[in-house]
T-cell receptor, first 111, second 112 residues
Framework: GAGVSQSPRYKVAKRGQDVALRCDPISGHVSLFWYQQALGQGPEFLTY????????KSGLPSDRFFAERPEGSVSTLKIQRTQQEDSAVYLCASSQQETQYFGPGTRLLVL | DQQVKQNSPSLSVQEGRISILNCDYT??????FLWYKKYPAEGPTFLISISSIKDKNEDGRFTVFLNKSAKHLSLHIVPSQPGDSAVYFC???????????FGTGTSLTVIP
């Protein structure tokens, strides 16, 4: 069956540009998570959805980061006015119970 | 503050021998623990998990051990194979399962 997909796989942005990263979770998975993984680090939690409700956004590093999942399926992570420190791999994961299944990630490079 | 720690950034093991990857955590509320394997340019892939009511879980060549009193878990791979070469992350969550905390990863190289 289809796993979690993310697009684009790679994104280069100029500092100050807005970017939008898409996540297609596994069909039927209620929970959806976004993580940020810097080079040489483990994934760090950004935000969590249960269906369309964003239950936890405590990991979002600033108000430039915004995530939505309006119909409880596809999710978009938007970063406004990108900064160089936003360069990282952004991972999306979905789950039905305890185990999270990850997408391949979007590698964002801000120049 | 890092709540899940993997203190060995890398490990090399001969093919056929045992690989032992270690993970320590600080939050006593963590209730569920997972190991993920990651190849370059791919997302982490779930490997094996354990809940706090157990001290051992086995799946083929992979066994996870949990020592709650020491706040320590380990992943044993026996026998190690070259295809096991990857970065391994441990992760932990509390009862809510709303947040997962990851370690920084251990890069395992299995030498043929």
């Amino acid at each position: 069956g289809a796993g979690v997909s993310q697009s684009p796989r790679y994104k280069v942005a100029k500092r100050g540009q807005d970017v939008a990263l898409r996540c297609d979770p596994i069909s039927g998975h209620v929970s959806l998570f976004w993580y940020q993984q810097a080079l040489g680090q483990g994934p760090e939690f950004l935000t969590y959805f249960q269906n369309e409700a964003q239950l936890d956004k405590s990991g979002l590093p600033s108000d430039r980061f915004f995530a939505e999942r309006p119909e409880g399926s596809v999710s978009t992570l938007k970063i406004q006015r990108t900064q160089q420190e936003d360069s990282a791999v952004y991972l999306c994961a979905s789950s039905q119970q305890e185990t999270q299944y990850f997408g391949p990630g979007t590698r964002l490079l801000v120049l | 503050d890092q709540q899940v720690k993997q203190n060995s950034p890398s490990l090399s093991v001969q093919e056929g021998r045992i690989s032992i990857l270690n993970c320590d955590y600080t939050n006593s509320m963590f209730d569920y623990f997972l190991w993920y394997k990651k190849y370059p340019a791919e997302g982490p892939t779930f490997l094996i998990s354990i809940s706090s009511i157990k001290d051992k879980n086995e799946d083929g060549r992979f066994t996870v051990f949990l020592n709650k009193s020491a706040k320590h878990l380990s992943l044993h791979i026996v026998p190690s194979q070259p295809g096991d070469s990857a970065v391994y992350f441990c992760a932990a969550s509390d009862l809510t399962g709303n947040q997962f905390y990851f370690g920084t990863g251990t890069s395992l190289t299995v030498i043929p």
